[in-house]
Every structure is written in structure tokens, then in C-alpha cells.
């Protein structure tokens, strides 16, 4: 009966308790009134929900609204906003329900209480969101000491890890998760780089330490996992000028393979293999100093360098109209301030293409965005300036008067060296060690000055992106090179994409500090 006379009392137009609580809500559902709510406006257990990470909140929070002075809730209000451009059309339909004893809580309370109801509810909307967009994956690596380096092989299934604890783990992917397939100690120091070899050549991984060493591992199925012996090496180099290795990297054209490395002093130097079906025994066929006047840096200096292959088969499109060789090799070098684009002629030796300048602080990392139909390469740099840096790469066409001879003429021929060795041949050599070994026997020709295969290069800086705060450490373009993802000291990913103008915009921010 209680109930039913209340029921009478709230439809009643001329009742003063239901005027009361639609001015509340009405002042509830205007948008300027909302806009201008802070946590210290709100109930004091809602506030302190507000600092948890997403995720379910307190079990106390679910079943009762804890208040000073209040039994436990006696009146629930809930309002819907509907969308309208005018402030004076929202309208807030109003739900009672009482508790046994029937009382009635003030509007103070009531007004506590729905916001509390509000703020909770859209508590779980946001956990929900953020559960739904988080896309990275945590999970504890073993390592004892810093992660240094990590790389994917070439269809993301595989991942492995180095660290300053001198080991290497290879982790497989299997429903959502990383398993550990091997652990094994691969240097006498930290491990600072490591590099999954295409996916023609077999499961093999390069390593590079401070202990001067790049060692190759080729993984031997028939061990058990887990057992240390899974991966075996294959082939152990030393630095030539015995400084430490700083960065290495692997090209691929089909079941052809390649291998760059730079020391902390400078020293580039790319090996092919003796036989390319055996990757236990490499040739040198280029070695080079990329500091200014072939002088490496003092022992005090705090040096940058990195080396990067461009991994597609096929260079871009408009430089082999130019007159590029087809097979040509393109590798980016970082050293110091400026980055060096090396290619390779017909005759299968390296020259510099062109140099990218604009950095004001040594280069940290450079990526090669695939795309060779678009026309003109795109490189992007990373620097302890804060900067990220992106260059296009055109090439001109050969105008009618134009002659291989006038394309050279601003290219620098790097002075190649082949390591002699002892005794016959294993095979026939082929692909760029066959190119040098022939260009060597036939410098001295007149005809050869020319230099086929060459192509000049039109640098264009077309982005400097300083949104982060603080040194830029990596930079990666996507499969499809449309999207560039860098990170750096602030603890943010940043995505950035290009727009129709031309323009590169930041596309998303993660804060990754609480997951990396």
C-alpha cells in the first residue's frame, strides 16, 4: 500500500519532491554541468577507484556505495543523455527504488549517489576500451640481466632475445603466447644485436658482442628444446680492426644471402658466402672506413653506428629504368651525423649513391620503408636530438645527352678488399664476389671508367618529427611501408603516417612504459 501511494505521490505533476529531483537532473544532464566535474568533486570512494589501472574494480565498489553519515544506499538514480545540439532539450527519465524501511534520502545524497553510479559505469566503459585496444603482450623473459636486442624472423612466428647476460633465447609463438624454445650463452659479453636470416636460408640467427665476435646459429631439429644445443654454431668472426661489433644485418634475394657489419671505430665491412648453399664459410668483398677522413672517432666520443639493408628483391623501379642493375644491393649506413646509401653497379662493387644530412646529435637507428613500385626509396632516421627524420630517395631519368659516364661522375667508388684464400675454390664464385673478382682483373680497362650501373640520386628531406621527448632510440616502417612506428626516451610508441598532402602525422601515441 506504502507503495502504491508513493507511486501516486511521484506522478503527480503538482508534488514539490518530484519538481525537486527534476531540477536535479536537469542540472545533472547539461553538458557544461558535466565538463566541469573533477575528482575532488566526486564521492571520495569514486575518486580513489579513478587511480587503478583498467580492470575490474574493488569488489566493494560493486556491491555498495560507501557514504559518510548513510546507510547503505536507499535511492538509485539513473539518467540517459540523448544526444541534441540544444542544452535545453536533454532530458533525464528517473528510476526510484526503495529501500524497506522507505525513507527517502535528501538530495545532497541523491545527487552523491548518482554521480557515483555515473562515474563507475563509465569506469568500466574505459577498462573495457583499454582491454579491447592494449596490444602488447608482457611476459617475464628469464634473462638476469637487460634485454639489449630483439627481433622477429620473417613471418612473426619466431622471436629471439639477447642480453647483457652473454645468452640468447628463441621464443615460438603458440596461441597468443610466447613459449621458450632455447637458451643458450652465445658471447664471453653482453650481446648488443641479433638478426634473424631470411626465411630461404633455414633457421639461422647472427649475433654480435662486445667481445669483438659475429657468430652465426643454425638451429638442429633433432635436438630437444630446451636442451642448450639447439641452436649450433656455424661460423665465428672477428673484428678486423678488433673493436667491438656495433650492428649487423642480413639481405636475401631468393637462396642468395649477404651480411653487413660496422664496428664502434667505423669499419664496414660485407661478406658473401663462399657457397650459398653452406653458410659456414664467407668471403670479405668490401671493406670501408665510413668516418670523415677514413679516422675513427676518439676512444671518449660517443659514437653511432648502423648498418641496413634494403630487403626487397628488386631496387625501385625508377632507378633500374636509370640504369641500375636489376640484382643491386642497397644498404644504408649510419655514421654519426649522416647516413651513407651504399649501391652496387653492374660490375657488382659498391659506391656511394648519396649521403643524408640534417642531424645535429649522432643517429641511433635508420629504416628502408619497402615499396620499390613507389617511385623514389624512403628512409627515415632516428636521433639522440629527438628527431626522427624522413628522406626520399629520387632518381632522375637519363635525359638524350646523358651518359653513364656524366651519372658517375658524383659517385665515390668504396676500395674493395677480398680476403685471399689458401688452396682451391669449393665452387665456382657467383653473384657479387664473382662481380668483384672480375671488375678487379679489369680496372685498368679504359672502357670500364664509365662505370655501369651507377645512378645519381635527388636527396630530399620531407619530415622532421620532434614530438618526443627526449632521444629517439628505434624506427621501423610497417610490411607495407605506410606506417613508420619509432620509440624512444619518454616511454611512448609513436605511429606516424602520411596524408594525402604529403605531410607525415602522428597517427596513434601508446604509453608503453608500464609494458616494455
Not at 536535479?24 to 558535466?34: D, G, Q
Not at 596490444?135 to 617475464?140: I, L, M, N, R
Not at 630487403?311 to 647516413?339: F, H, N, Y
Amino acid at each position: 500500500m506504502a507503495d502504491n501511494n508513493l507511486h501516486h505521490l511521484i506522478q503527480d505533476d503538482n508534488d514539490p519532491i518530484l519538481e525537486s529531483l527534476n531540477a536535479v537532473n536537469h542540472l545533472l544532464a547539461r553538458p557544461s554541468f558535466l565538463k566541469s566535474l573533477s575528482p575532488s568533486r566526486l564521492p571520495s570512494q569514486a575518486a580513489s577507484d579513478s587511480s587503478l589501472s583498467p580492470g575490474e574494480p574493488p569488489l566493494e565498489a560493486r556491491s555498495s556505495f560507501a557514504f559518510p553519515n548513510q546507510r547503505h544506499s536507499h535511492l538509485n538514480l539513473s539518467f540517459a543523455l540523448e544526444d541534441s545540439p540544444d542544452e535545453s532539450d536533454y532530458t533525464a527519465p528517473l528510476t526510484l527504488e526503495l529501500n524497506i524501511d522507505g525513507d527517502i534520502p535528501s538530495v545532497d545524497q541523491r545527487v552523491s549517489q548518482q554521480l557515483e553510479s555515473c562515474f563507475l559505469e563509465a569506469y568500466h566503459v574505459y577498462a573495457k576500451m583499454a582491454a579491447s585496444d592494449r596490444t602488447f603482450q608482457t611476459f617475464s623473459h628469464g634473462h638476469q640481466d637487460l634485454v639489449l636486442a630483439v627481433d622477429f624472423n620473417y613471418f612473426g612466428t619466431r622471436m629471439v632475445t639477447a642480453s647483457s647476460d652473454h645468452k640468447l633465447k628463441v621464443w615460438d609463438r603458440k596461441d597468443d603466447s610466447w613459449n621458450l624454445v632455447d637458451s643458450w650463452k652465445a658471447h664471453d659479453a653482453e650481446v648488443v644485436d641479433v638478426k634473424w636470416n631470411g626465411p630461404f636460408m633455414g633457421e639461422v640467427l647472427g649475433s654480435i658482442g662486445e667481445d669483438g665476435r659475429c657468430r652465426l646459429w643454425q638451429e638442429d631439429v633433432t635436438q630437444v628444446p630446451m636442451s642448450g644445443n639447439r641452436f649450433r654454431r656455424i661460423l665465428d668472426l672477428v673484428s678486423e680492426t678488433r673493436a667491438p661489433f656495433m650492428s649487423l644485418d642480413f639481405k636475401n634475394i631468393m637462396q642468395e644471402t649477404w651480411l653487413a657489419l660496422i664496428t664502434r671505430d667505423g669499419r664496414l665491412t660485407i661478406y658473401e658466402p663462399v657457397d650459398q648453399s653452406n653458410l659456414s664459410d664467407w668471403n670479405l668483398i668490401a671493406g670501408h672506413w665510413v668516418c670523415e677522413n677514413d679516422s675513427p672517432p676518439d676512444r671518449q666520443e660517443e659514437v653511432g653506428f648502423k648498418v641496413c639493408f634494403h630487403k626487397e628483391k628488386l631496387p625501385c623501379w625508377t632507378s633500374i629504368m636509370a640504369g641500375l642493375d636489376r640484382k643491386s644491393l642497397s644498404l644504408a649506413v649510419a655514421a654519426m651525423q649522416k647516413v651513407i646509401v651504399y649501391r652496387t653497379d653492374k660490375a657488382k662493387r659498391f659506391y656511394v649513391a648519396a649521403e643524408l644530412k640534417g642531424a645535429r646529435q649522432i643517429i641511433r637507428d635508420i629504416a628502408w620503408a619497402n615499396g620499390s613500385m613507389r617511385g623514389y626509396d624512403v628512409i627515415a632516421t632516428a636521433s639522440k636530438d629527438g628527431a626522427i627524420r624522413i628522406y626520399e630517395l629520387s632518381t632522375p631519368q637519363l635525359s638524350k645527352g646523358a651518359t653513364a659516364a656524366t651519372i658517375s661522375a658524383a659517385s665515390t667508388v668504396i676500395e674493395n678488399q677480398i680476403l685471399p684464400r689458401p688452396g682451391p675454390r669449393k665452387n665456382i664464385p657467383s653473384g657479387i664476389s664473382a662481380g668483384l673478382t672480375g671488375a678487379s682483373r679489369v680496372d685498368n680497362n679504359h672502357d670500364n671508367e664509365q662505370h655501369p650501373g651507377r645512378v645519381k640520386h635527388v636527396v630530399k628531406k620531407v619530415a622532421e618529427l620532434a614530438q618526443h621527448h627526449g632521444a629517439v632510440w628505434r624506427v621501423a616502417f610497417s610490411q607495407m611501408g605506410d606506417l613508420l612506428v619509432s620509440t624512444g626516451d619518454d616511454g611512448a610508441i609513436r605511429t606516424w603516417k602520411k596524408a594525402v598532402n604529403g605531410n607525415w602525422l602522428e597517427y596513434a601515441e601508446i604509453d608503453a612504459g608500464q609494458d616494455i
